[in-house]
Structure formats: structure tokens, C-alpha cells
């Protein structure tokens, strides 16, 4: 059994999330309902899998842990995106439009939807790739991206530990270029739906091995190099959905004879609070070293 979630658990649950997004369509439920509801299945099916066949068992999460990466999956990856969404992104579009500077035909809407969509996760990976780079490489950024590095474990809830600011740069540039070229709200549906169902398996604890496709997808065995508290090992594997633009600018790494050893940052004592994290990335250094208070 545990092999054959080892091999088995990733390409599974992936796909019967994609499946069930295309039975709820059929059923013409509607495209936030056929959109949402695979990605709450797929959380759930993704902590079973941790809870029973864990890759670490130190890395399972206590109450603390869980209620504050709660908060930051409701009000950072729930809330957030759609205040972001309806009074900056489809604002500018409406704006954008008006004035005649929509890309109009540049899309292929004429493309079928997974064709479509997966043309778009290699174009948005390819933009967030260099975004996350960035944000690894340049001080002013890298202070509000560490408190997603900050967790000392992974598990599939703590994906969504990101600060505002950092994930308000992610959706202009992966979100608002893709509504001015006119991208249907199929394809984003059936996106949202792979991204969210992989994003939960990259930081899972769970004993999987990904294969050939550490070549193909940024899965949990390369996520875990960039949660290191290594600088040298996190500075790889920036793919979001993919790893194959990190193959291309040679920041791909996966030492195969080892395994990964702590994660986080430097500073073993940074605040771990949704409040507290509000506003540690406003102390220069914080992620260094323990600041006096």
C-alpha cells in the first residue's frame, strides 16, 4: 500500500480533481462551484494522505500551527485575491478596455481548454519564475516572501502562508495579463483547480516520489530544497506549477543522496502569528537574526 501511494497518490488525486471539475461543468453547475469544490476535495483527500502515510512524522502539525495557517488560507489566498480582483484587476481591465489598449485576438480561445490552459500555466510560470527569483535575490522583496519561508515543517495547509504584499504581486503578473488577452473563465476554472491541488501536494507531507516527472512538475521532492534553511539549496526549484523554466535558467536542484535537513529561516525565533506577520517584514533583518525588542 505504502508504494503505491508513494507512486500513485500525486497522479491520482490530481486527476480525479480535474475529473470531477469536468462532471460538475457537465452538470452545469456553474464555474465557481465546479472550481472550488475539486480544490476543497483534493485539500481533503491530500491531509488524509498526510495523516496516514506521513514523509516525517516532526513535521506534523499542532493546533497552534493549524489555527494560524487557517487565517492565512481564508483572508490571504480566499479573501484577499477577490478584494484584489474586483477593485484593481477588473477595474484596470474595464479602464484598459475602454481606452482600446485590450489585446483583443491574441489569445487562441479557438484552442481547446486544457490546451489553453496549459499554455497559460507555462506562460504564468515563466513570469512567476523570475518574480520569485527576485524575491530571493533583492532585500526589499525577499523580506515580505520569507514569511513564507518561515514554517520550520511543510504540510499541505501551510502553502498558503504568503504575505499580502507578495501575493498581491503574484496576481497582477500571473492573474491580470491573462484577463486583458481575453483568457475564458474555463480555462482559468480548470487552472485555478491544477494549480491548487498541486500547490497543496508541493508542500504536503506525505511519502511521495514524483519520478520522471521532478523533470516535468514542481512537486513536493524539489519544494523542499527551497524551504531549506540553507541559503545555497533554497536558492532553487522557483517553479510554481512547473520546473522546467528552472531547468532552462539552471536553478533546477534534486541531490538525490541526501534528503533535505531544516527548513525556514535563519531566525529560529521570527514571529510565526498571522498579526505579528503583518508587519516583521517592515524590521530590516528580521529574518537574519533575533531582533531586540
Given at each position: 500500500?505504502?508504494?503505491?501511494?508513494?507512486?500513485?497518490?500525486?497522479?491520482?488525486?490530481?486527476?480525479?480533481?480535474?475529473?470531477?471539475?469536468?462532471?460538475?461543468?457537465?452538470?452545469?453547475?456553474?464555474?465557481?462551484?465546479?472550481?472550488?469544490?475539486?480544490?476543497?476535495?483534493?485539500?481533503?483527500?491530500?491531509?488524509?494522505?498526510?495523516?496516514?502515510?506521513?514523509?516525517?512524522?516532526?513535521?506534523?502539525?499542532?493546533?497552534?500551527?493549524?489555527?494560524?495557517?487557517?487565517?492565512?488560507?481564508?483572508?490571504?489566498?480566499?479573501?484577499?485575491?477577490?478584494?484584489?480582483?474586483?477593485?484593481?484587476?477588473?477595474?484596470?481591465?474595464?479602464?484598459?478596455?475602454?481606452?482600446?489598449?485590450?489585446?483583443?485576438?491574441?489569445?487562441?480561445?479557438?484552442?481547446?481548454?486544457?490546451?489553453?490552459?496549459?499554455?497559460?500555466?507555462?506562460?504564468?510560470?515563466?513570469?512567476?519564475?523570475?518574480?520569485?527569483?527576485?524575491?530571493?535575490?533583492?532585500?526589499?522583496?525577499?523580506?515580505?516572501?520569507?514569511?513564507?519561508?518561515?514554517?520550520?515543517?511543510?504540510?499541505?495547509?501551510?502553502?498558503?502562508?504568503?504575505?499580502?504584499?507578495?501575493?498581491?504581486?503574484?496576481?497582477?503578473?500571473?492573474?491580470?495579463?491573462?484577463?486583458?488577452?481575453?483568457?475564458?473563465?474555463?480555462?482559468?476554472?480548470?487552472?485555478?483547480?491544477?494549480?491548487?491541488?498541486?500547490?497543496?501536494?508541493?508542500h504536503c507531507n506525505i511519502d511521495l516520489r514524483l519520478g520522471a516527472l521532478n523533470y516535468l512538475i514542481s512537486g513536493p521532492e524539489l519544494?523542499?530544497?527551497?524551504?531549506?534553511?540553507?541559503?545555497?539549496?533554497?536558492?532553487?526549484?522557483?517553479?510554481n506549477n512547473l520546473i522546467i523554466w528552472d531547468l532552462v535558467f539552471g536553478t533546477w536542484y534534486w541531490p538525490k543522496e541526501r534528503e533535505?535537513?531544516?527548513?525556514?529561516?535563519?531566525?529560529?525565533?521570527?514571529?510565526?502569528?498571522?498579526?505579528?506577520?503583518?508587519?516583521?517584514?517592515?524590521?530590516?533583518?528580521?529574518?537574519?537574526?533575533?531582533?531586540?525588542?
Open positions: 500500500m505504502n508504494l503505491i501511494v508513494r507512486y500513485g497518490a500525486y497522479p491520482f488525486v490530481l486527476a480525479f480533481g480535474v475529473g470531477l471539475h469536468e462532471l460538475l461543468l457537465w452538470y452545469h453547475v456553474g464555474i465557481p462551484i465546479a472550481t472550488y469544490l475539486p480544490v476543497i476535495v483534493g485539500a481533503v483527500m491530500v491531509a488524509g494522505l498526510e495523516w496516514t502515510f506521513p514523509y516525517r512524522q516532526q513535521w506534523r502539525a499542532e493546533h497552534d500551527e493549524w489555527a494560524q495557517d487557517a487565517i492565512f488560507m481564508v483572508l490571504v489566498q480566499g479573501v484577499f485575491p477577490k478584494l484584489v480582483s474586483a477593485t484593481v484587476l477588473f477595474s484596470l481591465s474595464t479602464v484598459l478596455h475602454a481606452q482600446d489598449f485590450m489585446v483583443e485576438g491574441l489569445w487562441p480561445t479557438h484552442w481547446p481548454v486544457p490546451i489553453q490552459m496549459l499554455f497559460m500555466m507555462v506562460v504564468a510560470d515563466g513570469v512567476r519564475y523570475w518574480l520569485h527569483r527576485r524575491a530571493h535575490e533583492w532585500e526589499p522583496l525577499w523580506r515580505f516572501h520569507a514569511v513564507h519561508h518561515s514554517p520550520h515543517k511543510l504540510y499541505w495547509l501551510n502553502v498558503g502562508r504568503f504575505h499580502p504584499i507578495d501575493k498581491g504581486l503574484q496576481l497582477c503578473l500571473d492573474t491580470l495579463p491573462f484577463l486583458l488577452v481575453g483568457v475564458g473563465e474555463e480555462v482559468l476554472g480548470l487552472y485555478i483547480v491544477c494549480y491548487a491541488i498541486n500547490g497543496f501536494f508541493q519544494h523542499r530544497w527551497h524551504h531549506s534553511m540553507v541559503k545555497q539549496e533554497s536558492n532553487h526549484n522557483y517553479g533535505v535537513q531544516e527548513l525556514g529561516l535563519v531566525n529560529r525565533a521570527y514571529p510565526s502569528s498571522f498579526f505579528e506577520q503583518m508587519t516583521t517584514p517592515l524590521i530590516p533583518g528580521a529574518d537574519k537574526q533575533l531582533v531586540e525588542q
